[in-house]
């Protein structure tokens, strides 16, 4: 069982550029989060999603961030027209149940805007 | 879940001497969650606590959830410098979305 899948694990983007970052849940979870982390800091919560709908996404900036999970394939962050203040490390989780159940991590995508 | 208070955010240690870490809530808490992070990695889910004063342990780590549900703590018995990493605890709110705070991040000496 494979776990979370994020593609790719390193992204650079020249200002201006578009970053679309993949992440594929664990096999049976249909519950995925992504989050961000800058360095030295905690994970920040963006946005959740359940197959093509989004839950809760209190955590996204208003402008140029955008998510989908679509009803086949990985769910997306997509992030338009990108600022070096938006590299950092993504990472997405997914959960099997509604509650408080475990998260499991990918490995991340580090987001370099030069 | 609301964030969890952890102070200090940096700890170093000897290696074999043993590390405790607490974290603070000013409010009853549901749940709580650790969760490992090495350098460079990514979160890892060590374990959840929900029974007030709830203990739990995996190998030399040691939880524990206090009787009022506001505080948690993780010891480590006699640390290794695979223990290195930051270690958050986190409450699982509604939705199961986690609220961060910044970890401490332990060092071993070696």
């Known amino acids: 069982n494979a776990g979370v899948m994020q593609n790719p694990r390193h992204l650079v983007r020249r200002r201006g550029q578009e970053a679309r970052l993949r992440c594929s849940p664990m096999?049976?979870?249909?519950?995925v989060y992504w989050y961000r982390q800058l360095p030295e800091e905690g994970l920040k919560f963006m946005v959740y999603l359940q197959k093509e709908n989004i839950i809760d996404e209190s955590g996204m900036p208003k402008e140029r961030f955008s998510a989908e999970f679509p009803k086949e394939g990985p769910s997306i962050l997509r992030i338009q027209q990108v600022v070096r203040g938006d590299s950092a490390a993504y990472f997405c989780a997914s959960s099997p149940a509604w509650g408080d159940s475990e998260a499991f991590f990918g490995q991340g995508t580090r987001l370099t805007v030069v | 879940g609301q964030q969890v208070m952890q102070i200090p955010q940096y700890q170093h240690v000897q290696e074999g001497e043993d590390f405790t870490t607490y974290c603070n809530s000013s409010?009853?808490?549901?749940?709580i969650q650790w969760y490992k992070q090495r350098p460079g990695g990514h979160p890892v889910f060590l374990i959840q606590l929900v029974k007030s004063g709830e203990v739990k342990k995996q190998k030399r780590l040691t939880f524990q959830f206090g009787e009022a549900k506001k505080n948690s703590s993780l010891h480590i018995t006699a640390t290794q410098t695979t223990d290195v990493g930051t270690y958050f605890c986190v409450e699982a709110g509604a939705n199961s979305k986690l609220t961060f705070g910044k970890g401490i991040t332990l060092s071993v000496r070696p």
């Open positions: 409010t009853t808490l549901s749940n």
């Open positions: 096999k049976g979870h249909s519950h």
